[in-house]
Each structure stands twice: as C-alpha cells, then as structure tokens.
C-alpha cells in the first residue's frame, strides 16, 4: 500500500504595510482613493505600485496627508503584527514644518525664507530624532520580524539653471533643507537597523526647473498636490528605490 503525502505548502506571499505622511500616500500623482478622504491616498503611490508588482499575501496602506511622527505611532500601526515581513515609511518633513517653509519661501523674501528654512533645520536636528526613534521604536515593537525601509525626501530644485520663480538664493536653501533631513532620518534608521531609501539619486536631474520634473511646483486646485512627486515620481523615483531595498 503507498502512502500519500501531500506535497509541500508553498511558502507564503509577503505581508507588506505602507505607512507615513503624503509622500508615502501618494499627494500629487491623481488616481486617487476616495475612500481614502483627506489622506489622499493614491493607487499610483510607490506602496501600490509595489504591492501591484509583488503580489503580498497581504497589504495594508495607512500613510495620510499630513502625518507627523505621533500620527504614525498613535493611528497608523494597527495593521502591524508578527507575521508583517515588509513596512514601508516616509515621515519627518511635516514635523519640521516643511508645508510651513515652502509658503513662506514661495511668498516672503529670501531673507525670510533663509531664516524659516533655517528654523526647519534646527528642528531637525534638534527635536526630531528622539521623535523618529520614538516612530520607529513602536514599528519595531509591533512588526518585530519585518524589513523596515524609510525612504527619504527628494531634492525639490535642479540648481544652476535658470528658472522663474523662487529665486536660486531660495532653490538652494530649501534643497539644503533637504539634505539635512535626510540625514538625520538616515541616521536614526541606521540606529534601529531600517534600511534608508535616498530617492535623491533617482530624482537628480528630475526635480523643478531641470524641464523633466517628477514633482510638481505651485498647483491652484488642488493646493495640496504643490511640491509632491507626480505619478511618474512615484513610479521611477520612489518604487525603485523601494523595490532594491525590499
């Protein structure tokens, strides 16, 4: 008599959570959830674009426009659980008032943009990592098994070109705002053992005023889509990067 053994389970699909503010939900690149709201979660965002690539045994988006650190800890982890093996997040730019400094540069003087953009930078210094380690401390606890990928901020200017608009006093200091951002989310996610995602590489040479931009500048209707990736940003700027780091 033989025996019947039953062939082995395939191994199961990833278990994939996309968290974080609208960089991560997916401002400004249209095709938009509306059962999302005021999250303006987009079904082009770098999240979907993965979960659309990788087909996850399970997805979950929680990223919302206009989420601060204690927003992803305090209503955005609840997909999170032992068995989540992906989590994805940007977040620190609205905790240091970066919507704040592009009005301000946008409407104000150099000076002024020059002194706000320079606050944003003493925040982030300063005040931010013990609120990133605070954000990533409580991923951790509540996905103890996943890859953790935090993906940064772009430069927003293509510098050295002529450009009508800011003028390139402020180009440069808001992408310096940038890079100091991203260094100190950079650093704390090395700290708890994430892996940072620079999407300045694949942005360089995309970013407003290079004539190929991936982002949008001032946009009337609606106004929170200004200064977010395009869907083409999330599809070649950010998904890559997500997707080699994954």
């Known amino acids: 008599m ?4 039953a062939a082995p389970a395939e191994a199961a699909g990833p278990v994939y959570v996309a968290l974080g503010d609208s960089y991560s939900a997916g401002n400004g690149a249209g095709n938009y959830d509306s059962a999302s709201g005021s ?21 979950a988006d929680t990223a919302c426009s206009g989420a601060v650190t204690t927003d992803v800890t305090n209503s955005q982890l609840g997909p999170l659980n032992s ?3 992906l989590v994805s997040v940007t977040i620190g730019g609205n905790d240091a008032g970066f919507a704040d400094v592009m009005t301000a540069c946008a409407t104000d003087s150099d000076s002024d943009c020059v002194n706000r953009v320079n606050q944003a930078e003493t925040y982030a210094r300063n005040t931010l990592p013990a609120r990133l380690d605070a954000t990533y401390a409580a991923i ?13 901020y772009p430069h927003l200017y293509t510098l050295n070109v002529f450009c009508i608009g800011l003028s390139d006093t402020k180009h440069r200091k808001i992408d310096e705002a940038s890079d100091v951002l991203d260094s100190v989310i950079q650093g704390r996610a090395a700290a708890h053992g994430f892996v ?6 694949t942005f360089n040479g995309h970013e407003l005023c290079s004539g190929d931009d991936w982002l949008h500048s001032i946009v009337i209707s609606p106004t929170w889509e200004s200064y977010h990736p395009t869907a083409t940003g999330h ?6 990067v997500l997707n080699a780091n994954s």
Do not use: E, I, M, Q
Not at 140 to 152: I, Q, S, T, Y
Not at 196 to 201: A, N, S
């Open 39 to 59: 999250c303006h979660r987009s079904l082009s965002s770098y999240p979907y674009l993965w979960k659309n690539a990788h087909a996850p045994s399970s997805f």
């Open 2 to 5: 033989s025996l019947g053994l």
């Open 235 to 240: 599809a070649s700027g950010f998904y890559p």
């Open 196 to 201: 940072f995602g620079d999407v300045r590489t």
């Open 140 to 152: 951790r606890a509540k996905a103890p098994n996943a890859k953790v990928v935090v993906l940064g």
């Open 83 to 85: 068995a989540t093996t």
